[in-house]
């Protein structure tokens, strides 16, 4: 049904149908691979990466400083102190201060 070649090796071109095998191999030959030929060696493709994306949540701190400032603002206002100044005058007798 098929048609198997094994490279340059003598007497390993098998055709091979799904009745019988043709291959003019002896038993000893044939016990190492398939109808006589030589087990191929098995091919490494280049590795394939399938990504998931998965999401977790973790909490990321973040810090806000915050100042608080108190502000002092001065108001003036108005207090009344007697300030009392002694002096000496003279005067005549008829005058008055």
Known sequence: MFNQSCGN????SCQMNSMMSDCGMDNAQMAG???G???P????APRRVCV???VTRVPQPVICPIECRRVNRCMY???FIPQY???FV???NNQLY
């Open 41 to 44: 060696q098995p091919l490494v």
């Open 37 to 39: 030929c030589p087990r």
């Open 85 to 87: 100044e002694h002096t």
């Open 52 to 54: 998931s994306n998965q």
């Open 9 to 12: 090796q003598q007497g390993c």
């Open 90 to 92: 003279n005067a005549a």
């Open 33 to 35: 691979g398939f109808n």
């Open 77 to 79: 206002f108005p207090v």
